[in-house]
């Protein structure tokens, strides 16, 4: 009996650290998902920058 007991302990354990892991890689695929939004963010500002700056030039 103590014998089953432990490995079903084990087996939990098991489960518990599976359920973590998928924590994590959710977490990670949403820290990535807002990296994308901070870069698309960042290319526009810069691609509005560099629109302005073209004009402004032009203007000159």
């Known amino acids: 009996m103590g014998g089953h ?3 079903f302990a084990h087996v ?7 359920l973590h892991g998928c924590q994590i890689h ?4 949403q820290v990535g998902d807002d ?3 901070i ?3 960042i290319g526009g500002l810069a ?7 073209d ?3 032009a203007a000159l």
């Open 26 to 29: 959710s977490h990670a695929q």
């Open 47 to 53: 691609q509005s920058l560099v629109h302005h700056g």
């Open 5 to 7: 007991h432990a490995e």
């Open 12 to 18: 939990i354990d098991f489960d518990v650290l599976i």
């Open 39 to 41: 870069d698309d963010l």
């Open 55 to 57: 004009g402004l030039h």
């Open 35 to 37: 990296l994308v939004e």
